[in-house]
C-alpha cells in the first residue's frame, strides 16, 4: 500500500492505494501504510533542534522513577503488584522520550506525546493507590494476646513480650509509611515529567506544522521564481 499526501489551503488530503494481493484488511493496510509513510518515519532536524536534549532528560527521570517504584514497592509488606505494574510503564514511557530525541520523526513524536497524556493519568493514579494503601495500613494482626478469660492477668513476661511487639509494630509503620510517602512523591514527580514531555512534543511538532505550512506558502519563493523567468526569459 502507498499513501500520498497533498496539502492545501489548510486542507490535508490522504490518498491510500490498497494491494488487493494482501491478506491484511483494508484497515491494517492503512495503518501499515501510515506507519511507513516517509512523512511520518523520516527524521525531522528541525523536530531536533527544537527538543535538543530535553526529552532524553526527562526520558531518564521516568526510568528513574520507575525503577524507584519497582525497588520500594518490593519491600512493601503486603507484597502489592502495582508498584511493579506501575514501574516498568514509567519505565517504557522514559524509552519512548528518549528514542523521540534521538530518532525525531513526527510519528515517534507524537506516540511520545500520545504516551506521556496517559502516563499523567498514570501518575494520577498512582497517587490515589498510594494514599489509600497509607490511609489502610494499620498491622491491626500484630500483638494481637487474646486472654480466654477475664480473671487472667498477663505475667510480667508476657508484659515484656507485648511492649516489644509493640514497638516493632510502630518501627514498621513507621517504615511502611515512610515508604508509601516516598513513592507519593515519585508518582508526582511522574506527574510533573509527563506534562512536560507531553508539551513539550506538542510545541515541537505545532512549530514543524507552522514551519511546514511557511514553506510551501511562503512568497519569496515565488518572486524569486519570477526574478529567474524575467531576467532569463526562455529562447
Known sequence: MSVTMA?????TVLTLTSDPESACPPLCQILKGLCYSP???????????????????????HIIVGLLNIGLGAILYDAEIYPFWLGGTFI????????????????????NVFLNLAGVGFA????????????????????????SS??????PQEDIVMEKCLEAKAMILMLQTGVIGVLIVLSVLELCVAISSAVLGIKALKSSEKRENKSTDDPEKYKQLLEEVTTNPPA
Not at 7 to 11: E, L, N, Y
Not at 39 to 61: D, F, I, P, Y
Open 124 to 147: 494520577i493514579a498512582a497517587i490515589i493507590l498510594y494514599s489509600i494503601n497509607i490511609a489502610l495500613l494499620s498491622f491491626w494482626w500484630m500483638c494481637d494476646n487474646d486472654y
Open 7 to 11: 496539502k492545501a489551503d489548510g486542507v
Open 150 to 155: 477475664g480473671y487472667d492477668t498477663p505475667s
Open 92 to 111: 517504557f514511557f522514559g524509552i519512548v522520550s528518549i528514542l523521540s530525541e534521538k530518532c525525531p520523526s513526527p510519528c515517534l513524536v507524537f506516540l
Open 39 to 61: 512523512t511520518c518515519c523520516s527524521v525531522s532536524q528541525h523536530l531536533r533542534r527544537v527538543q535538543k536534549t530535553t526529552q532524553s532528560l526527562l526520558g531518564a527521570l
